[in-house]
């Protein structure tokens, strides 16, 4: 089992609490198609680590996929399934990450007879044109309802969409009426942020100036607790701190990133995972076109140590509802079983953690503090 994830790095403008890779030149048919060149040669070149695998996940994600023509998404496709062991069609998860301004009759038709994309993640992000104003973004809460359509009228029936909270202008009354409206549609799969203010974004520097205003914790907390008990009071799993599914409609790819399931990542800032290694792409694109013309694996590669692998157990598996299978730890990790048993004891978070006689799960308390916690147990 394992998934690759493909970084397409171009948007048509940065929404203010991005802080992922992106630039604008995608207009550029010559620069788009040497970027999808780069891409397929480094499938190419890194097929050899994954001889052994079966790869059960493909992800296009960015940046902005779908603001590229189809017929590059299918080259890198095709580059993909020429060069590894893909699970059988009806087994693989394939998502491709869609602009809600780009759903169009003619961009769903050419993705049905494309045929091997069979799940979609959308960014919605509000479901008021205040809320998308604010938070950046180029559509219009109608190119949220078209893209439903158009799922609809196309037979899309596993997709995710995106949802931010935690922001000065967004209420309790907006969240609700957003998420009875998700509920009442039956979206699939629901994934809601809480608003980072991240170094190096428009936010950040209005932050700086005073434009807008950081919201305190307890804000956060209650729009979190808001959407919990929303989506888990009509049959939706809250799988992941950020991650709502209706039943088998979890995102496998990711489910796979928190079980330390192998992954290749391509593209520029791409990150890969496999055989106790992590790595990294270069950034910028330039960079990593050079990266990738000299045949570097990476910019930068680490090698974990059994410290840094059980951190990365803990971090990675108490991100989810299902928590750390005490079996598991007691094999993998049986050194470390006495000190994450006396952290579970700690008064200060004993609270947070729920246990039965296989798992140790935290909370719905918990998951909201997550980060502290997780650092808590780190070796
Ligand atoms: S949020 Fe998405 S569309 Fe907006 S700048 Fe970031 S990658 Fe691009």
Redesign the pocket.
């Known amino acids: 089992m394992s998934g690759l994830y493909v970084h397409i790095p171009f948007?048509?403008?940065?929404?203010g609490?991005?802080d992922?890779y992106?630039i604008k030149r995608y207009k550029d048919s010559d620069f788009a198609a040497d970027f999808i060149k780069t891409v397929v040669d480094e499938i190419t070149q890194k097929a050899y680590l994954f001889k052994n695998q079966t790869v059960d996940t493909i992800y296009f994600g960015?940046?902005?996929p779908s603001i590229l023509p189809l017929k590059h998404i299918e080259s890198i496709f095709r580059a993909i399934a020429d060069n590894y062991n893909l699970s059988s069609s009806e087994a693989l998860e394939c998502t491709l990450e869609i602009?809600p301004e780009h759903a169009t009759d003619e961009y769903f038709a050419g993705l049905k007879s494309l045929g091997f994309v069979n799940r979609l993640s959308t960014?919605f992000q509000a479901m008021t044109d205040a809320g998308l104003k604010y938070l950046?973004?180029r559509h219009c809460v109608s190119d949220n309802y078209r893209y439903l359509q158009l799922c609809c009228k196309y037979g899309c029936e596993n997709f995710s969409v995106d949802y931010i909270f935690g922001y000065e202008t967004l209420d309790d009354y907006q969240i609700e009426d957003a998420f009875r409206f998700f509920i009442d549609e039956n979206i699939p799969h629901i994934s809601a942020y809480s608003l980072g203010i991240e170094e190096n974004t428009p936010f950040m520097m209005k932050l700086r100036k005073g434009e807008i205003r950081k919201m305190d914790d307890d804000f956060y907390l209650r729009q979190f607790l808001l959407i919990h008990e929303l989506l888990e009071s009509n049959g939706y799993n809250h799988y992941e701190i950020s991650n709502y599914s209706l039943p088998g409609l979890h995102s496998r790819h990711n489910s796979n990133y928190w079980k330390s399931v192998p992954y290749l990542g391509f593209g520029p800032s791409a990150h890969s995972y496999y055989e106790g290694s992590r790595s990294w792409n270069e950034r910028k694109l330039a960079d990593y076109q050079r990266q990738i013309a000299e045949n570097r694996h990476y910019a930068e590669h680490e090698i974990l140590s059994p410290d840094d692998l059980f951190n990365e157990f803990i971090m990675l598996r108490l991100r989810t509802r299902e928590g750390i299978d005490k079996e598991y730890l007691t094999v993998h990790f049986a050194k470390y079983k006495e000190h994450f048993e006396k952290n579970l004891r700690r008064r200060d978070l004993t609270e947070y953690f729920e246990v039965n006689d296989r798992y140790v799960r935290l909370n719905i308390n918990g998951l909201f503090i997550s980060d502290y916690i997780i650092s808590e147990l780190f070796i």
Not at 11 to 15: M, P, R
């Open positions: 948007c048509e403008s940065k929404c609490y991005c992922f992106s960015g940046g902005t602009n960014g950046g973004r």
